[in-house]
């Protein structure tokens, strides 16, 4: 399973690359304003730290202006892989740009359709988010099941994507599925370490270890 970091901060990508956890980062409009900085110097200093695809989502919502944007963003460094939301436009993007030879990420998909549409357009990636779909009261974990078993069924090549993580649960569903990636915000990464025995079994073989006889 591949862990792709869900942030556009720096810092927390350092993080997460020092401790191996990072095979990739995702990035959308939202992370990216956070960070005030130019959306083109994140991108470099991110593809200079991370070993794996950087996604980086165009704004337009026309197919022209989409590839447009996209174009630039992929001269940026061949780690780049566009994000592209999940509407008829978008569709019309990706197949322009898989034909030339440009990875894509299609993003906001909530429904087993849209993912079998952005597979037969050719997405590189699809990203469902279930945390989202968990806020309305909506299953997200049996959408990836949904998705997991269309693109097995017809043997699609696109690699799905759990994003809208929100907890270490999403993530050991995410797994148990088979889901190839979870896009991971670093605290749930940090999360996914603890356990309270580990720490009280470390305090105690401190404290032994203290005790024995010199
Ligand atoms: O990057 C897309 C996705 O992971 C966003 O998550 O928490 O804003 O729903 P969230």
Not at 158 to 163: H, L, N, Q
Request: glycine share 6%; aromatic share 6%; hydrophobic share 50%.
């Amino acid at each position: 399973m591949k862990f792709f970091i869900d942030t556009a901060n720096i810092d927390e990508i350092k993080k997460g690359v020092e401790m191996g956890m990072v095979d990739g980062v995702t990035t959308n409009p939202s992370l990216i304003a956070r960070e005030n900085k130019p959306f083109e110097k994140i991108l470099k200093e991110i593809c200079k730290v991370v070993d794996g695809p950087v996604s980086a989502e165009v704004v337009s919502l026309e197919a022209e202006a989409m590839v447009k944007e996209a174009k630039v963003l992929a001269a940026l460094s061949d780690k780049i892989v566009i994000k592209i939301p999940m509407i008829m436009e978008g569709m019309k993007a990706v197949k322009k740009l898989t034909s030339m030879g440009i990875k894509t990420n299609v993003t906001l998909v909530f429904s087993a359709s849209q993912a079998l549409l952005a597979a037969k357009a050719g997405a590189t990636f699809v990203s469902p988010f279930v945390g989202r779909l968990d806020d309305i009261g909506q299953r997200g974990m049996e959408l990836i099941n949904e998705i997991m078993t269309v693109y097995r069924n017809y043997d699609f090549h696109s690699e799905v994507i759990v994003a809208s993580i929100r907890n270490p649960l999403h993530v050991m569903d995410a797994a148990m599925i088979g889901a190839d990636i979870a896009t991971i915000p670093l605290k749930v990464i940090e999360q996914l370490a603890q356990h309270p025995l580990t720490n009280i079994g470390v305090e105690q073989f401190l404290a032994d270890w203290e005790k024995r006889k010199k």
